[in-house]
């Protein structure tokens, strides 16, 4: 008798992160799960992978998505001990997640009914565990549902109910569950699922105590995080070499570091002073010319960040890739390390006399002062664009631009300053002045530079931190505090993320 083959009746249960493709999958779970509840939507889904994607997990048995859950990091002493799950999820959309935290909070756990009774909901607890445990965090703590509490509340206060409960005399799926699973009940929130009848609205907040918790000195809690930005007002004018325009830039660089500055930002296009000593006519021949000095550029501004222990925002400038010239702006970091934002939309100006091609992706990049966007120019004009840095993480957007007169540096100003309000984030512009007379299509500069907040009474009452003289070669510096910035998102007078109306629009994004 030859061997039992043993892999047909083996069955292969695999926990892991959820991916983008298993979202219509989980949308269809949560339907089945919870079907006179409001479900996942897929952009709620997008967002928890853009947020946070090592906080959501799924089980899969044979192929096939049998359980998931979600969760966010917080802290969780900054919240409202009534707390609604609408604000501890941002409605469902976990923006508000904290890589600094002190707690994981799990805010859906689903079982496919026909696989409950296999520990589906067991494994996927442990699997938050292990998190929480890898992230050093102090605690999970999760907003349970009653859902059997309907059929006890004529005879019984929610108090009551959960005490029966937790004494082991009355039987409720969820927060038995949770009580098996080493959750103790820290209090009863009122209103907290508006569409959870079955509990009657309310929910037991239950924590479960990291015991491998290691406090360190290098998480506290923040009064300030001032971040200072200078921003450069770059006078445009005839050079005769690479090294000429080198040594200009190496002067502000200088004089950004000297006001310790974390971030000096150059503004668009300026590295078109370069064809003032190119012998060329045709714009877009000149353009293609400009191109050759791309790995100088890097060089220079990798240097300078490096040497004068600074970020650089290097305005912008045109690059060739696949015979195709992008307007890209780079970001150097004070380590060494590079990254790029393509300009997305292209002005009709740049695409008459350059031929140039637009990006496709919004980009929000970490820095040692938190995380950064960069939209050049004509970008800060498309209030799509801000809100989708803003739901990335983004807490400034910077914004080199170049422009010839005032109405068009108006547009930038405004729309910067209103991108300040509408996503309660800092915007700076860095704009060129001076005139190239040499250069095809670079004749004028007009700019007012300037560092802008949101509207609130925590900001200087301008909603202006700085700004330039108009016209002139100088630099502003000024400090932005994104602690401040963290707790007016929270509390302040008005607060535009928390308060967007979900149910009628939304910005989705691919990018």
């Not at 989980?26 to 947020?51: A, D, Q, Y």
Request: aromatic fraction near 12%.
């Amino acid at each position: 008798m030859s061997p039992l083959d043993m892999s047909k009746f083996e069955k292969k249960v695999i926990i892991r992160n959820i991916r983008h493709e298993d979202i219509d999958d989980i949308v269809k779970l949560s339907k089945i799960c919870f079907p006179n509840m409001e479900p996942w939507k897929r952009s709620h889904l997008m967002s928890h992978l853009e947020m946070f994607p090592e906080g959501q997990f799924c089980v899969e048995l044979e192929g096939e998505i049998i359980g998931s859950c979600s969760s966010l990091i917080i802290n969780f002493d900054e919240y409202d001990d009534q707390h609604t799950w609408d604000e501890i999820t941002d409605e469902g959309y976990i923006t508000n997640h904290d890589d600094e935290g002190y707690n994981l909070y799990g805010i859906e756990v689903a079982v496919h009914p026909d696989y409950r009774r296999m520990k589906i909901g067991r494994r996927l607890y442990e699997a938050r565990k292990e998190l929480a445990r890898e992230k050093n965090l102090k605690s999970i703590i999760i907003g349970g549902r009653i859902p059997n509490y309907r059929k006890h509340s004529s005879e019984l206060t929610p108090r009551q109910y959960v005490e029966e409960v937790i004494h082991h005399n009355i039987f409720d799926p969820v927060l038995t569950f949770q009580v098996m699973n080493g959750f103790t009940l820290k209090r009863i929130n009122q209103n907290y699922l508006v569409d959870d009848e079955a509990s009657m609205k309310y929910a037991t907040l239950m924590e479960w105590n990291n015991v491998d918790y290691r406090p360190t000195t290098k998480r506290h809690f923040k009064t300030a995080f001032p971040v200072r930005i200078c921003a450069i007002q770059y006078m445009m004018k005839k050079i005769n070499s690479f090294e000429e325009f080198a040594q200009q830039c190496e002067y502000y660089a200088d004089v950004g570091a000297s006001y310790a500055s974390d971030f000096v930002v150059f503004p668009e296009i300026f590295t078109t002073q370069l064809l003032s000593f190119i012998e060329e006519k045709s714009p877009s021949r000149a353009i293609r010319r400009l191109t050759d000095f791309t790995e100088d550029y890097i060089n220079l501004f990798t240097d300078l960040a490096i040497k004068y222990n600074v970020n650089i925002i290097g305005g912008s400038h045109f690059v060739e890739e696949g015979g195709k010239i992008y307007n890209i702006a780079y970001l150097f970091r004070r380590d060494g390390t590079i990254e790029k934002q393509y300009k997305i939309h292209i002005t009709p100006n740049e695409r008459k006399f350059w031929g140039i091609h637009g990006g496709d992706k919004v980009e929000v990049f970490d820095t040692d002062c938190g995380k950064i966007a960069i939209q050049i120019c004509y970008d800060i004009e498309f209030p799509e664009l801000g809100r989708i840095a803003t739901e990335k993480g983004a807490n400034i957007i910077f914004t080199p631009f170049c422009t010839d007169e005032r109405q068009g540096y108006l547009r930038v100003r405004y729309c910067a300053q209103a991108r300040a309000v509408e996503n309660q984030v800092y915007t700076m512009i860095a704009g060129t002045v001076g005139n190239l007379t040499h250069v095809e299509n670079m004749d004028i500069q007009y700019a007012q530079s300037g560092i802008f907040t949101p509207s609130d009474f925590a900001f200087p009452r301008d909603g202006i931190v700085g700004e330039c003289h108009p016209n002139i070669e100088t630099v502003v510096v000024g400090d932005v505090d994104l602690e401040l910035l963290r707790r007016h998102r929270k509390s302040g007078n008005v607060t535009q993320l928390r308060d967007r109306r979900k149910d009628l629009y939304e910005v989705y994004f691919d990018c």
